[in-house]
């Protein structure tokens, strides 16, 4: 079992950084891979990042690779999103999640446990 509190949006022009950051609590984090995902008004929820339990692997989604950065810390039960070079198209509310399934997965219906979530608006 797992909780996620998602922080860290905000209101920010295109070409800003902004760090999102998520909290678990609990003790089994470590055995989980962590994703992001995000969701804009009328669109469906799509993938942005995803780390596997160790953090030695990550996979990004090909709108946001080389923009943004995932991280983790295991001893302290988070999980960091690194947005920099932030575009219009990024404005959406952002999402983590848990998955207890075996490998890389990017599907949404592989995460169990999820944020509340937190919304980023990047305006010009």
């Known amino acids: 079992q797992v909780q996620l509190v998602n922080s860290g949006g905000g209101l920010v022009q295109a070409g800003d950084s902004l760090r999102l950051s998520c909290a678990a609590s609990?003790?089994?984090?470590?055995?989980?891979?962590m994703g992001w995902f995000r969701q804009a008004p009328g669109k469906e929820r799509e993938f942005v990042a995803t780390?596997?339990?160790?953090?030695?692997?990550?996979v990004y989604a090909d709108s946001v690779k080389g923009r943004f950065t995932v991280s983790r810390d295991n001893a302290r039960n988070t999980v960091d999103l690194q947005m920099n070079s932030l575009k219009l198209e990024d404005t959406a509310t952002y999402y983590c999640?848990?998955?207890?399934?075996?490998?890389?997965?990017?599907?949404?219906?592989?995460?169990?446990?999820w944020g509340q979530g937190t919304q980023v608006t990047v305006s010009s």
């Open positions: 999640a848990a998955s207890s399934n075996l490998g890389i997965v990017t599907n949404q219906g592989a995460y169990t446990y």
């Open positions: 780390i596997s339990r160790s953090g030695a692997r990550t």
């Open positions: 609990g003790r089994t984090f470590s055995t989980y891979a």
